[in-house]
């Protein structure tokens, strides 16, 4: 089974809140340069993120587009080619 995209775009999205969250330190204790460069990486974070869900919504839409050419089986439920005659998993009439 495939790891999910999405899943792994949460996690980006999260350690980006956790950066930004934690650069109040450098802030408040005025080394503004570590400040900037956790904010980058946060803003990269989300960049990641957000890049791989547009990825992932591809794929899917693309999933989607080639289980509608397909034929449901009525008794076990598998996909089957618009052109088979009988389910290649039970040998149902389709």
Request: net charge positive.
């Amino acid at each position: 089974m495939d790891p999910d995209p999405n899943g792994f775009a949460m996690l980006f999205f999260g350690l980006a809140f956790m950066i930004f969250f934690f650069s109040i330190v450098p802030i408040v204790l005025g080394l503004w340069i570590g400040a900037i460069v956790m904010a980058v990486v946060g803003l990269a974070l989300v960049g990641i993120g957000l890049h791989m869900i547009r990825t992932n919504k591809r794929a899917i839409e693309t999933a989607k587009q080639e289980a509608m050419a397909k034929i449901k089986c009525r008794y076990c439920g598998s996909l089957n080619d618009q052109k088979m005659e009988r389910c290649s998993s039970c040998g149902a009439d389709l």
